[in-house]
């Protein structure tokens, strides 16, 4: 059966999960209580990959439907058992909060339903950023630089994680790309945590922000989060600095190390996404000065970049009240939401590569609209697109906003208002975490009804795995001879 051959490589994934789940063990046996709900759940997750990989067939040849298989299953499974060590412990008895607070932290979306962090043990903070910063890249991209000799057909794992266009990527190479890519992962966050440190926060929060900071998370280690540093300039830049820089495309930083900065400046997707940042400070600052005070200037322009930026790139931190701020300020973070960062980065929302290939698709359709015989492509960095990519993308923005519309519909019927419903539906389905009003920046998501609760969690699985990879599978034709018997010595059609 081909459903083995799944089986084998999710029981392999949840391995690798199972191991990270003992540092928080290790570190509670080290500087806490020990808290062997974590040990317990590691156990659980070696067993259930055991049996699996035991069970299953191992091959080199996969599929894209098994990549999509892949990818859902091993998501799905580390949000259940990422949420295990909450209920066993008694952190988060409600199995609604505890998977909330999993799906939250995996597909680095940052919205809490813990009221007082500050009560929680450290363990269970340190899970917190560690959750964040193993799917902040992306589960299946950090198990492919673990995982070896999976063939070339591994490029369907990476694809079926993130259906963003990817202009320039050789898939044969995938494997070694996803090394390269967690590489600069893990150089970012040390840098980023050093800076942080030297700036006078303490090495354990400055570990858990950093976590959060590049994987565009949110999730703090304190109740006041990053409010508490809205005066430390130095604190701030260091916040606005990574949150871009996490929001870029990390296989064109890999780039810049061998062609240098040329590399960065010649993407026009990133010229693009530092242009639309740029503009929204600008736009955000400007309506707040409107109606705020001359000598304000210099903290109203800290304030708008560190939320704007915020906002777009899905980071969810905040060091002013932006409920308080004018109409048009809070418009422009709420527009800012949908838009994201770049391909290959760690931001939700529709990704700035989408928006250029609409913008361009439709400049075309209106110039063919006078010239009809006129032949013209999309092109980015100066190399044609193709059909299928322009055709996906237009797909991808005609779902998403369907499913935020169905979202938003069902989160009305457990009695919220259609504005809160908007809101928070944008928060979790682009992976940003912050709303508006009672789910602001000074709020959690605890008050939100269970029902409510699992409309979130279903929309930041479908944000952060944008749509395809949960959506292809309710197709009927999808589990076509997947539990039919075959020689499984053959080799596959790739689909």
């Known amino acids: 059966?081909?459903?083995?051959?799944?089986?084998?490589?999710?029981?392999?994934?949840?391995?690798?999960?199972?191991?990270?789940?003992?540092?928080?063990?290790?570190?509670?046996?080290?500087?806490?209580?020990?808290?062997?709900?974590?040990?317990?759940?590691?156990?659980?997750?070696?067993?259930?990959?055991f049996l699996l990989v035991t069970n299953g067939h191992q091959s080199k040849s996969f599929s894209l439907r098994d990549g999509f298989l892949v990818v859902a299953s091993t998501w799905?499974?580390?949000?259940?058992?990422g949420s295990i060590p909450f209920m066993i412990s008694g952190i988060l008895i409600n199995p609604v909060d505890a998977l909330f607070e999993a799906s939250s932290g995996l597909t680095a979306t940052g919205a809490t339903v813990i009221y007082d962090v500050d009560q929680a043990p450290k363990t269970f903070i340190l899970w917190r950023g560690l959750m964040h910063w193993i799917g902040g890249?992306?589960?299946?991209?950090?198990?492919?630089?673990?995982?070896?000799?999976?063939?070339?057909?591994?490029?369907?794992?990476?694809?079926?994680?993130?259906?963003?266009?990817?202009?320039?990527?050789?898939?044969?190479?995938?494997?070694?790309?996803?090394?390269?890519?967690?590489s600069l992962y893990v150089v970012f966050t040390i840098i980023c945590f050093i800076m942080l440190w030297l700036g006078g926060i303490d090495p354990f929060n400055a570990l858990n922000y950093a976590f959060s900071i590049i994987a565009t998370g949110g999730l703090t280690p304190t109740t006041a989060g990053t409010f508490i540093y809205s005066d430390n300039i130095y604190i701030c830049v260091v916040f606005i600095l990574f949150?871009?820089?996490?929001?870029?495309?990390?296989?064109?930083?890999?780039?810049?190390?061998?062609?240098?900065?040329?590399?960065?400046?010649?993407?026009?997707?990133?010229?693009?996404?530092?242009?639309?940042?740029?503009?929204?400070?600008?736009?955000?600052f400007i309506a707040l000065c409107i109606q705020s005070e001359a000598t304000h200037i210099?903290?109203?322009?800290?304030?708008?970049?560190?939320?704007?930026?915020?906002?777009?790139?899905?980071?969810?931190?905040?060091?002013?009240?932006?409920?308080?701020?004018?109409?048009?300020?809070?418009?422009m973070l709420f527009i800012s939401s949908f838009f994201g960062g770049c391909s290959g980065s760690t931001t939700g929302g529709v990704k700035i590569i989408r928006l250029i290939i609409l913008i361009k698709s439709s400049i075309i359709y209106l110039r063919k609209s006078i010239h009809p015989d006129m032949v013209q492509v999309v092109r980015i960095n100066g190399k044609p697109l193709p059909d299928k990519w322009i055709q996906m993308t237009q797909q991808f923005i005609f779902l998403y906003f369907m499913i935020y519309v169905i979202s938003v519909f069902f989160m009305t019927c457990f009695g919220l208002s259609t504005s809160d419903a908007l809101q928070i539906v944008t928060a979790f389905q682009s992976n940003v975490g912050l709303a508006f009003a009672n789910y602001g920046p000074t709020d959690t998501f605890s008050i939100l009804p269970d029902g409510a609760k699992v409309i979130a969690i279903i929309d930041m699985l479908l944000g952060r795995l944008e749509l395809f990879t949960i959506l292809v599978m309710l197709h009927p034709q999808f589990w076509e001879g997947y539990f039919i018997k075959k020689d499984m010595t053959k080799r596959y059609t790739v689909l």
């Open 76 to 81: 799905l499974s580390t949000i259940l058992l």
């Open 243 to 284: 949150m871009i820089i996490a929001g870029g495309n990390f296989a064109v930083y890999y780039n810049v190390i061998h062609k240098g900065f040329s590399a960065l400046i010649s993407d026009f997707e990133t010229r693009m996404y530092w242009l639309v940042l740029a503009l929204g400070i600008l736009i955000t």
């Open 298 to 331: 210099g903290k109203l322009f800290q304030d708008a970049a560190f939320t704007l930026v915020s906002i777009q790139t899905g980071s969810g931190f905040a060091v002013s009240d932006y409920d308080l701020w004018p109409a048009a300020a809070k418009m």
């Open 137 to 182: 890249m992306g589960i299946i991209v950090l198990i492919l630089s673990f995982l070896r000799n999976l063939g070339a057909d591994a490029a369907h794992f990476f694809n079926a994680e993130a259906s963003v266009p990817k202009p320039g990527v050789v898939l044969p190479r995938i494997q070694s790309m996803a090394s390269k890519l967690w």
């Open 1 to 49: 059966m081909r459903i083995q051959i799944v089986m084998s490589l999710v029981g392999k994934l949840l391995y690798i999960f199972g191991a990270f789940l003992l540092i928080p063990f290790i570190y509670s046996i080290i500087f806490e209580t020990a808290y062997w709900s974590f040990a317990v759940t590691a156990t659980i997750t070696g067993l259930a990959g």
